[in-house]
């Protein structure tokens, strides 16, 4: 009876385990049913995936975390990926540290000895 019951038990803790492994990987996974076509405001998007599949996507990702799908061939999708890709670059620039060390060539820095 203790020999059935420890069985049952590994089973189900197995079960569980597997069942939990499944599920993590297919909650990662994004796609689109349906594609908005009403324009977004950019100010909103923070990012965006292109998403190919059964149905063609672009994934913008607002400041919120939402996920909206849209119509990659539509204008309004062009234009907004341009200027977040735009935003992106620009803010790459500028949190980029310089990389050459600029040195004095005035005369009054010398040190006298």
Not at 40 to 62: D, H, N, S, W
Request: charged share 25%.
């Amino acid at each position: 009876m203790r020999l059935l019951l420890l069985t049952f038990l590994g089973v189900c803790c197995l079960t569980t385990y597997t069942v939990e492994g499944v599920g993590t990987e297919v909650l990662e996974e994004t796609f689109c049913v349906s594609l908005t076509t009403q324009p977004l405001p950019v100010q909103r998007i923070k990012t965006y995936t292109i998403r190919e599949g059964i149905l063609k996507a672009v994934i913008f990702v607002t400041k919120r975390g939402v996920k909206i799908c849209a119509d990659p061939h539509a204008k309004w999708v062009k234009a907004a990926i341009k200027t977040v890709d735009r935003r992106i670059r620009t803010k790459k620039n500028m949190t980029e540290a310089p990389t050459r060390v600029q040195r004095s060539t005035s005369p009054a820095m010398a040190l006298s000895g």
